[in-house]
């Protein structure tokens, strides 16, 4: 019965809900200043940092690192293309999951890992260093994040 109220808001993204699983480490200093701005402006959002080694071994260690309750995430070039405002309608409800992304070493992401996501997204048909795809990441996370709350980042 429709009882011409409007439905309930769907649950915005949740930080503290999300962890970015990535492969080695950030050396750039630029790097980790841009990360640092994103992670203080995502409070409660997890980067789990794993070891450079080959691809097996890097998605091995994914796989490992993923808890059973989370949704995986894989980053990589095959992955669907959204446009920023679609990641935020994509992510839209999903304030009550547990989210993992993942981002593979220099060689991408091991077969293992792209199987076992629930789905792929590539950040760009531009390939980026893995370090620069963590903080590209990390600003979509919360451009979109910005765009389900209204906030004023995001300009159409």
Same mark, same amino acid.
């Given at each position: 019965?429709?009882?011409?109220?409007?439905?309930?808001?769907?649950?915005?993204?949740?930080?503290?809900?999300?962890?970015?699983?990535?492969?080695?480490?950030?050396?750039?200093?630029?790097?980790?200043?841009?990360?640092?701005?994103?992670?203080?402006?995502?409070?409660?959002?997890?980067?789990?940092?794993?070891?450079?080694?080959?691809?097996?071994?890097?998605?091995? #260690?994914? +796989?490992?690192? /993923?808890?059973?309750?989370? %949704?995986?995430?894989?980053?990589?070039?095959? &992955?669907?293309?959204?446009? *920023?405002?679609?990641?935020?309608?994509?992510?839209?409800?999903?304030?009550?999951?547990?989210?993992?992304?993942?981002?593979?070493?220099?060689?991408?992401?091991?077969?293992?890992?792209?199987?076992?996501?629930?789905?792929?997204?590539?950040?760009?048909?531009?390939?980026?260093?893995?370090?620069? #795809?963590? +903080?590209?990441? /990390?600003?979509?996370?919360? %451009?979109?994040?910005?765009?389900?709350?209204? &906030?004023?980042?995001?300009? *159409?």
């Amino acid at each position: 019965m429709d009882d011409g109220s409007d439905p309930a808001p769907q649950p915005v993204l949740n930080p503290s809900r999300i962890r970015v699983i990535a492969v080695g480490k950030v050396r750039k200093r630029w790097i980790q200043d841009g990360l640092a701005v994103y992670l203080k402006r995502l409070p409660g959002l997890v980067v789990s940092q794993l070891r450079d080694a080959d691809r097996a071994r890097e998605g091995q #260690a994914i +796989l490992t690192e /993923l808890r059973p309750e989370e %949704r995986l995430v894989a980053l990589c070039e095959e &992955g669907e293309l959204l446009s *920023s405002q679609a990641l935020a309608q994509r992510l839209q409800g999903t304030g009550s999951e547990r989210l993992a992304f993942a981002i593979g070493g220099a060689d991408g992401l091991d077969q293992a890992v792209k199987a076992r996501a629930s789905w792929s997204l590539s950040l760009s048909p531009l390939t980026f260093p893995h370090e620069l #795809a963590r +903080l590209l990441l /990390l600003e979509q996370l919360y %451009r979109a994040h910005s765009i389900q709350q209204g &906030g004023a980042y995001h300009r *159409s």
